[in-house]
Structure formats: C-alpha cells, structure tokens
C-alpha cells in the first residue's frame, strides 16, 4: 500500500506556465487537501475536497484550482505561475471529515520553483 | 482571528528530557494535533488530544488544557533521531486544521 503519492517530486516553472501537481490516495479516504507550506509559515490550505465530486476553498485558493472527479485523485493546477507561488506542496487525506477533525495523512510533497 | 503559537527553535541534549509548547486562539475548537516533520519530508502524525489531560504514547506525551488554549508535547530519553520540526494543528469550527509555524528542535550529543 502506497498511502499518498505526488508527482512530481520537484520542478522547475517558468513564470506564466500552466502546471499540474498531481495527487493519488489508495486508502479510499474521503477528504482530501491540498497545502503549500513556506520557510517560517504554518502550512497554509489552498483547497479542499471532503468527498468526491465536492470542492472547497481554503486560505490561500487564489491562484490554484482543483478537481476531484473521483476518491483516489486530486490534482493541483496552477493556472499561470507566479514566483510567490514558489513553495513546498503537500496533498493529505483523512477519513471522515466534518465528524470530528479526523488525522490528516501527508504525501511526500512536491517542492516547486517558479522564476 | 485564528493563531497558534510555538518556540520557533529549541535545543535539547540526547537523553535529556523536552517540552514543546502550543498555544491557539481558534473559532472552534475540534481537537489538538502534534506532527513530526523531518527535513525534506512530509509530516507524519504523532498525538491527538480533544480532552483536557495527558496523553502517553511510548516516550511521547501530549498535554492539553482547553481552557488556557494551551498544548505541550513532552519527549522523553531523547534520541538523535528526534531532531525535526513539530507541528501544533489545531481543528476549529470548520473541522479544517490551522497549524503552527512548528518548532525546530536539534538534539546534541
């Protein structure tokens, strides 16, 4: 069991590219987020799904949108890279969100540069 | 608005005893989380406290008090693999997690 895989490991963007970021689960968790976490900040919610076919805004959404066409997937797509959107991405997955605050389960995450 | 707080940094010697703290302010309250996150890795779930009182988990501990907005975690016998940040989350109304900017810790022989 793989638990929560990203892809890809890191990259390179130039500045007003169109990217990806991808999330798989195999733990059939229902909710599942999206967070970019930068030097000396907490991580920080972009976007959030709790179950599939369901989508929700976090903190700092502007900028990124998701998808989530079905449990295992839930991809990140930043529409035009900025340079402030340089950071560390983490997908997490819980169980059984909005009945109780569930342990949120991490990916490897996907260190981003945009220049 | 929402806020928790944590040492930014600590230092610790190997087999010495530490404690973390955490205090929040959150709309909500929905339980209390402590992660570990060693460099270059992904967080990884260590305790989860929702009532007041501690909670052992081997050389482990977590405390919370409600009613001070308050959290530490306690590690005990420290091992040189226990240098890595630690992560204070906090579940508000939402039952979406607000997390700490984490606490670096670095043990020395």
């Known amino acids: 069991i793989a638990g929560i895989t990203q892809a890809p490991t890191s990259q390179i963007l130039a500045a007003g590219r169109r990217m990806t970021l991808r999330c798989t689960q195999d733990m059939r968790h229902n909710a599942m987020y999206w967070y970019r976490q930068d030097l000396g900040l907490g991580l920080r919610l972009i976007h959030y799904?709790?179950?599939?076919?369901?989508?929700g805004k976090g903190e700092v959404p502007d900028g990124y949108s998701v998808s989530r066409a079905n449990t295992d997937d839930f991809p990140l797509t930043l529409a035009s890279a900025v340079p402030s959107q340089t950071s560390v991405y983490f997908c997490a997955s819980s169980d059984s969100p909005g009945q109780g605050t569930d342990t949120q389960y991490f990916g490897p995450g996907t260190r981003l540069t945009v220049l | 608005g929402q806020n928790i707080d944590q040492p930014t940094e600590m230092t610790a010697t190997e087999g010495a005893i530490v404690q973390i703290n955490c205090t929040y302010q959150?709309?909500?309250?929905?339980?209390l989380f402590w992660y570990q996150q060693h460099a270059g890795e992904a967080p990884t779930f260590l305790s989860y406290n929702v009532l007041d009182g501690l909670e052992e988990k081997g050389r482990f501990s977590s405390f919370l008090s409600r009613s001070k907005g308050y959290s530490y975690l306690l590690l005990k016998e420290l091992q040189m693999k226990d240098s890595a940040s630690y992560l204070c989350?906090?579940?508000?109304?939402?039952?979406?997690?607000?997390w700490g900017a984490g606490t670096k810790l670095i043990i020395k022989p």
């Open positions: 799904s709790n179950t599939a076919g369901t989508t």
């Open positions: 989350a906090v579940g508000d109304s939402n039952y979406q997690l607000i």
């Open positions: 959150t709309s909500g309250f929905n339980g």
